[in-house]
């Protein structure tokens, strides 16, 4: 009986998977390792259709069109944007380029998925809201992937029964030469930290080194504090949050785990720890396993990707 159960849920859950599949045809724009390392396994799982994929170098083109059967390479994105079978285009290109590309595919009424930064500015941010109105782009997106990460998604649940206090947020990282360390990596824990607690006001503002900063941000219903760094080494970089609550605290570990300490018994104003010492309990509430290569198992999976 019991194996009966257990075969039925398994077929169930295999074609609950078949049945999922996507109808129409999309495009990627852009072939570069964040694609390759993040972004096509999640197309290649959810076997989303692509019909092309556009890159700068007509070399890479013919390669592409080798390795992925079926797929057509193509250097001019106006064959995209002419074909109306493609109802969306998912762009990570150099992020300098994004603004121009992402102009163009909402013109053309496409949906779009964007990694960031989708711009160089707030002006130009305004006037991709304003093509989308314009024009009708059903999806507009841009690659924020933290805030769907398993264990943000939880802590973002856990604070709206909290009374907050301060927070802690740090992102260190070793030497990015390569872009904008402020539009190319800073925007992922700025993000975060105001999709957590909405719009910031900054209060104060120190460069400690040369794009490196450490910020005290003011929201509505909480104070943080914000280091940002490219002073450190990328074998060790991290990301961390702590967020202070009346209950207790929080912390959450570059997304791969996520500890809620409750706060110790309090009586007249005197910490009942400091008379009858006890162990600290921790709560876990999501620790990513990768003991066994199931899909939420992937780190992929556990940093918000799909």
């Known amino acids: 009986m019991i194996q009966q159960l257990i075969n039925r ?75 109306k079978v493609v109802k969306g285009i998912l762009v990570a290109a150099s992020p300098g380029a994004h603004f121009s590309i992402a102009s163009r595919v ?58 907050l206090i301060n927070y802690d947020l740090h992102y260190l990282t070793g030497g990015y030469p390569e872009g ?19 719009k910031a006001e900054i209060v104060s503002y120190l460069e400690i080194d040369e794009h490196s900063y450490i910020l005290m941000l003011w929201h509505q219903h909480i104070v943080g504090t914000i280091e940002l760094s490219t002073c450190h080494c990328w074998q060790d970089a991290r990301q961390s949050l702590t967020v202070h609550t009346r209950s207790g605290s929080y912390h959450l570990a570059q997304c791969e785990e996520l500890s809620f300490v409750p706060k110790q018994t309090v009586i007249a104003g005197v910490p009942i720890e400091k008379l009858l010492p006890r162990r600290q309990s921790v709560e876990y509430l999501y620790r990513h396993n990768s003991f066994s290569p199931t899909l939420a198992g992937n780190s992929i999976y556990s940093q918000g990707f799909f």
């Open 9 to 83: 849920y398994k077929r169930m859950r295999t074609e609950r998977y078949l049945n999922e599949t996507y109808r129409c045809q999309y495009a990627f724009v852009g072939m570069g390792q964040h694609s390759l390392t993040n972004l096509y396994p999640v197309l290649h799982y959810l076997q989303v259709p692509l019909k092309y994929i556009c890159v700068t170098s007509e070399r890479k083109a013919r390669l592409i069109e080798r390795k992925y059967k079926g797929i057509k390479a193509t250097t001019t994105l106006d064959d995209i944007l002419n074909d």
């Open 106 to 163: 909402l013109q053309s009424g496409k949906s779009l998925f964007i990694e960031k930064p989708p711009c160089q500015s707030s002006e130009q941010l305004q006037e991709l809201i304003e093509l989308q109105r314009e024009f009708g782009s059903q999806v507009a997106m841009v690659g924020l992937q933290q805030r769907y990460a398993p264990a943000v998604q939880t802590l973002k649940r856990r604070l709206k029964g909290e009374r």
């Open 180 to 198: 904008d360390a402020l539009l190319d990596l800073y925007i992922h824990p700025l993000d975060l930290a105001t999709w957590l607690f909405g």
